[in-house]
């Protein structure tokens, strides 16, 4: 079964395309206040309150692209398609800019489909009732770089080093429902605390409409898509050398199946190295020229630690950062939502590099080392699967062969050995931490 997006933009878009009687529609609107459709952001405010600069309409046309791409994912439930994963998407865009969006409409489908699994046919129509923003303000702050600061601890250590070396920084966050902002507005007070001047903050709220009937769509993997071009789009305002740089370490950048049942649904994209390659020509494709840097993509979690620009810093703020995938689980075993659940694989790498230098120390609703969850468990099964994988890497004699780390999606041939050597690392730093669970 297809499903059709239908984006409108203004209050004077009242677009309807011939569907075919059997494929559902979802209509959506952007920057139409008021409208039962209307897709909920801040950008405009966000942007005027910062005294910032005017978009170009690329930039505009790429933010509206990323909302709309992640408004389908989580619209569209998985559990409605034919094998209950993949999805087949036609997402109808205006776009002010339609000859360079045509142009690369296949590019942008490629990268769609690797970061979500689905089939994506995305058609651009020309933006009729396109209105440039005009930002109130000549003020614009000093920026010299922009990162991502999502409220985990990877973007926490990019923002030290960055800051460690005197850069004016813009800080990009992204909220919509549940607790994602408070985590990310402890971590910006307390980054603010030590560095003050030096930062501007974004944070943008995106709030597709909620769903009137079922639950919509909860795996988000396009989350990271419209991420990327918030900070694309900040970036651009202020020149197109500006640099957007996403911290994430490797490990979590792979994010190798842990078992050949975790290929599809439990093996995420979100800043895998083919995936950025591919949003990088998507941007050169349609004429945005800032860069995207991932300086920490040959790094473990516990190395990037261990090399940040001022641990001090570092020790003092990871009590106030958040990386688990499910903070508000806490609720269904009766403990106070906003810890950490301690069997997640984000929440077990980061125990594990944090253990690696001496840090370890976090609050989890489940301490996996002295009540390790049943295997047969939703709560079990990562922390299964992370016992299965060290068991094999031990019996390698450690070798980690190049199909392993090439299961989760094409690499560069020149990074290929760096990032085998450093899958190899990881796994080890994990194994260590889960050695007195280990038969």
Not at 104 to 123: N, P, V, Y
Not at 249 to 257: A, C, E, F, Q, R
Not at 275 to 284: E, G, M, P, S, T
Request: proline share 6%.
């Amino acid at each position: 079964m297809r499903w059709h997006l239908i984006v409108r933009i203004g209050s004077a878009d009242f677009y309807t395309p011939t569907v075919a009687s059997n494929e559902p529609r979802v209509i959506v609107s952007i920057d139409n206040p008021g409208d039962t459709f209307a897709i909920g952001n801040n950008l405009l405010k966000e942007v005027e309150s910062r005294a910032s600069l005017n978009p170009s309409s690329l930039a505009v046309d790429l933010v509206n692209f990323a909302i709309a791409i992640y408004t389908a994912d989580l619209k569209i439930a998985r559990s409605l398609s034919e094998d209950r994963w993949t999805r087949d998407l036609v997402v109808h865009l205006p776009v002010v800019n339609l000859d360079a969006w045509t142009g690369s409409r296949e590019l942008a489908q490629e990268m769609l489909s690797f970061l979500t699994g689905d089939r994506w046919d995305i058609r651009f129509r020309q933006h009729e009732c396109y209105e440039k923003w005009y930002v109130a303000s000549s003020d614009a702050p000093t920026v010299d770089v922009v990162s991502l600061l999502s409220g985990g601890l990877d973007s926490l250590v990019g923002a030290i080093d960055l800051l460690e070396e005197g850069r004016n920084v813009a800080f990009i966050s992204h909220y919509g429902a549940g607790m994602t902002k408070s985590f990310q507005d402890d971590v910006l007070r307390a980054l603010e605390k030590e560095y003050g001047s030096l930062i501007t903050p974004y944070s943008f709220y995106v709030q597709p409409p909620k769903k009137r009937t079922g639950s919509g769509e909860p795996s988000m993997r396009s989350r990271s898509i419209l991420f990327l071009s918030l900070g694309t789009f900040v970036a651009s305002l202020f020149s197109e050398k500006i640099p957007l740089v996403v911290a994430e370490n490797g490990l979590i950048s792979l994010n190798v199946p842990l078992t050949s049942a975790r290929i599809g649904s439990l093996s995420t994209r979100t800043t895998h190295p083919h995936f950025i390659a591919l949003y990088r020509k998507l941007l050169d494709s349609i004429g945005l020229d800032n860069p995207v840097e991932l300086p920490y993509r040959f790094q473990t979690k516990g190395e990037m630690f261990e090399q940040v620009r001022n641990p001090e810093v570092l020790k003092r703020l990871v009590p106030v950062t958040m990386s688990c995938s499910h903070p508000e689980s806490g609720r269904y075993l009766g403990k106070k939502p906003g810890n950490h659940c301690g069997y997640c694989v984000p929440c077990i790498i980061r125990r594990a590099s944090l253990a690696a230098v001496g840090l370890d120390n976090d609050n989890c609703n489940i301490d996996i080392l002295t009540e390790a969850p049943a295997y047969d468990t939703d709560r079990g099964r990562d922390f299964r699967a992370f016992q299965m994988v060290i068991e094999r890497h031990k019996a390698s004699g450690s070798k980690v062969s190049l199909f392993d780390v090439l299961e989760s999606g094409p690499l560069p041939p020149d990074d290929i050995k760096e990032y085998v050597a450093m899958y190899s690392r990881g796994i080890d730093e994990v194994g260590q931490f889960l050695e007195p669970t280990l038969s």
